[in-house]
């Protein structure tokens, strides 16, 4: 059996129930805040997480591979199909307990007044766009948001310094790991306790308060009528199982939720799984002539947002180096240069808040959904200025030289090099992103036209079949979104126990 394999036996000592009151499918930060308040409100809530359960002192003894291998969707990349404008990318998703909260940086940020302003004006969210600040507070308690201010690495300190001599604004980032060893082993699982998933905080609450968790089990259908959910259907260790229920929340990200909905016959509204936004996400690299160990840091610390209007957003990231190794965007003799400079690099990502959208669509395939998004011409050119800006910062940084996210290309020397390669004619296929952050696919409002579940949670049309997760998020945000998702979620579950 291999190392990966052994990480993956399922738990099957639990047997499940028959009938529950309150079932949720998925147990990231919405499921597992909404399982908080149902339980508080002595609701009996089962959780069927398809991902499997792991806790802290497993995290320290697991390779890469085998968190990429059992705790990742797909090994970490999911395919998205785009058109020939469209530059190749995969979405990084968890498939765990806990969800994507076990596994990602804990980068917090508050979603902008404006863009919250706009899902006021246009989509006619009054409560959400009233009670959301009050749900950040909650959440950002609970979960621990603290300032990264004293955890930067040394690559940090240097991309700071190049931001102080270019004038950009920028700032400490904010993350909820109170007490960050600056391991920097966040995407493999935090073996010290620090960051505070939904394994320490919600979801445990919930667990605390008598909520059930049923890891390593798969819902593939719904069934019911038009309007009445009875139960749901599944497989757990390769047998099917039925649970009924009052109450079925779905809770399995803007990629699974839609995905469940299609495939359960659920079409009624046009929304479903379309409006899907995924913040593409680019990098480059820094050459310094001096160590700077980039790893040895919080994972992330340190943020630009100067261009927050242009909807672009940078921040620094510091991966151990299997990860950061294995990102490096050369292969061959350039790909083990780089490999024995590690200690010298440092490496800025950039995320755009994209106009592009994408859509959900369902297959014969059990958790196999199709995704597709096409990417336009003004945010590929916005994913262009990212990466000219990633390149002044790392000169101004102190840089020898810049590596951008394009295939094929040498890493450039000077200011010169930079903004000949950046505007070469950059096909969409040379471009290297990857996306963590699905939105949108299940919007919440109130016209059934443009939107698919209303500002509790429930689905158009239905009396018990509700959505609370990033799907209904309802547009790009141009920030990490994990405290907007709890803030939501937050909204959501006190209007469900009000
Ligand atoms: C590597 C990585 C780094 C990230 N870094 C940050 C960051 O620093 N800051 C930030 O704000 N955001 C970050 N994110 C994004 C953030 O974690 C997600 O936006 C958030 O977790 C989404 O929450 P969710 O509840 O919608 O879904 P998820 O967290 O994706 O949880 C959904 C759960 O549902 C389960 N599920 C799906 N389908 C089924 C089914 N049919 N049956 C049973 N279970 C099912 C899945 O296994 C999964 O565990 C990152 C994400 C990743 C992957
Ligand atoms: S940097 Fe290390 S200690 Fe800090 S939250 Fe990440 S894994 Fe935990």
Same mark, same amino acid.
């Given at each position: 059996m291999t190392a990966a394999a052994s990480y993956g036996i399922p738990d099957e000592s639990q047997p499940l129930p028959a009938q529950v009151q309150d079932l949720i499918v998925g147990t990231g930060p919405s499921g597992s805040v909404i399982a908080s308040h149902l339980q508080r409100a002595g609701r009996q809530v089962v959780l069927l997480e398809e991902g499997p359960a792991r806790v802290t002192e497993q995290f320290s003894k697991m390779t890469p591979s085998d968190v990429f291998g059992s705790m990742y969707r797909t090994l970490g990349g999911f395919p998205v199909l785009g058109g020939p404008e469209t530059p190749p990318m995969v979405l990084v998703m968890a498939r765990c307990k806990g969800g994507g909260t076990v596994v990602n940086g804990a980068v917090c940020y508050r979603t902008d007044e404006d863009v919250v302003d706009g899902w006021r004006k246009t989509l006619g969210l009054q409560h959400l766009t009233r009670e959301l600040w009050r749900g950040y507070e909650r959440a950002e308690r609970r979960i621990g948001v603290t300032s990264m201010a004293e955890l930067h690495s040394a690559a940090a300190i240097k991309a700071r310094g190049g931001a102080q001599r270019l004038g950009w604004a920028h700032h400490d980032v904010h993350r909820n790991t109170p007490g960050c060893k $600056?391991?920097? +082993?966040?995407?493999? =699982?935090?073996?010290?306790?620090?960051?505070?998933?939904?394994?320490?905080?919600?979801?445990?609450?919930?667990?605390?308060?008598?909520?059930?968790?049923?890891?390593?089990?798969?819902?593939?259908?719904?069934?019911?009528?038009? $309007?009445?959910? +009875?139960?749901?259907? =599944?497989?757990?260790a390769g047998k099917a199982f039925e649970i009924k229920a009052e109450r079925v929340f779905l809770a399995c990200g803007a990629v699974f939720s839609p995905f469940l909905l299609l495939r359960s016959g659920i079409k009624h509204l046009r929304a479903i799984g379309r409006h899907l936004t995924i913040h593409p996400s680019t990098r480059a690299y820094y050459l310094y002539d001096d160590k700077v160990n980039a790893w040895e840091g919080a994972f992330q610390s340190f943020a630009i947002h100067q261009f927050r209007k242009e909807g672009i957003h940078l921040i620094n990231l510091s991966p151990p180096p299997l990860v950061f190794g294995a990102s490096l965007p050369a292969l061959g003799a350039q790909l083990r240069t780089m490999l024995k400079q590690l200690p010298h690099m440092g490496v800025m990502g950039g995320l755009i808040s994209d106009e592009s959208e994408g859509r959900v669509f369902a297959t014969p395939f059990d958790g196999f959904p199709a995704v597709q998004y096409t990417m336009t011409a003004a945010d590929r050119a916005k994913l262009l200025r990212t990466i000219g800006l990633l390149g002044d910062l790392g000169f101004a940084s102190g840089a020898r030289e810049v590596y951008l996210p394009f295939n094929w290309r040498p890493a450039v020397k000077n200011h010169d090099q930079l903004h000949a390669q950046i505007s070469s004619k950059v096909a969409a296929h040379d471009f290297e992103i990857t996306a963590q952050h699905p939105l949108g696919t299940c919007r919440m409002?109130?016209?059934?036209?443009?939107?698919?579940?209303?500002?509790d949670g429930r689905v158009h049309g239905y009396d018990n079949l509700y959505v609370v997760d990033s799907s209904v998020i309802p547009t790009s945000i141009g920030v990490n979104p994990m405290l907007t998702i709890l803030a939501v979620a937050e909204v959501i579950g006190q209007s469900l126990v009000a």
């Open positions: $600056g391991s920097g +082993r966040c995407l493999t =699982g935090c073996p010290n306790e620090a960051k505070q998933s939904m394994l320490l905080t919600y979801l445990k609450d919930a667990e605390a308060l008598g909520a059930t968790v049923y890891p390593d089990t798969q819902v593939t259908k719904l069934t019911g009528d038009f $309007g009445k959910v +009875r139960s749901v259907k =599944g497989k757990r409002g109130y016209d059934e036209d443009l939107s698919v579940v209303r500002e």
